[in-house]
């Protein structure tokens, strides 16, 4: 669990360093450009530039912060998040998706469940070949998925 923790940190630390960073840079060295120019078209034609890649970083900050933790999972619960996402997916593939709403769970759990459920979800439309799919959560006694 502390190595998937570790490693979920090191490609965010990555996207951000990689990704939004540069992005952010740039879009400041745009606007200092635009404030040097003194024609209107030009400093117009920068500021619809910045305004673009502030777009884009917004978007890609979003895609990150859905990578921590699915907000459907806060919104709908985790069941519901589950079945969300296998609507997403449902193409040529017709999902079910059965589970007692389930007791709270540890946040990690929580992500962990809805991750492992997406992937097995995407690999049955990708490999499988199959029409139905059914995935069924539950927990143990303890509450611990199984």
Do not use: W, Y
Request: proline fraction near 4%.
């Amino acid at each position: 669990m502390v190595d998937g923790r570790e490693e979920g940190r090191k490609r965010l630390r990555r996207d951000l360093h990689d990704g939004v960073g540069p992005s952010l840079a740039a879009i400041v060295l745009k606007l200092n450009a635009a404030q040097s120019r003194a024609g209107a078209r030009v400093r117009d034609a920068i500021l619809v530039e910045a305004r673009e890649e502030v777009r884009s970083a917004i978007a890609e900050i979003r895609r990150l912060v859905d990578d921590l933790r699915p907000p459907a999972i806060d919104e709908v619960g985790l069941v519901d998040a589950i079945r969300q996402r296998a609507d997403s997916l449902a193409a040529d593939v017709a999902f079910e998706v059965v589970g007692a709403t389930i007791r709270p769970l540890p946040a990690a759990v929580e992500v962990a469940v809805f991750r492992i459920s997406a992937e097995a979800m995407t690999n049955v439309v990708r490999h499988s070949g199959a029409s139905r799919c059914r995935v069924e959560l539950a927990t143990d006694l303890n509450g611990v998925p199984v």
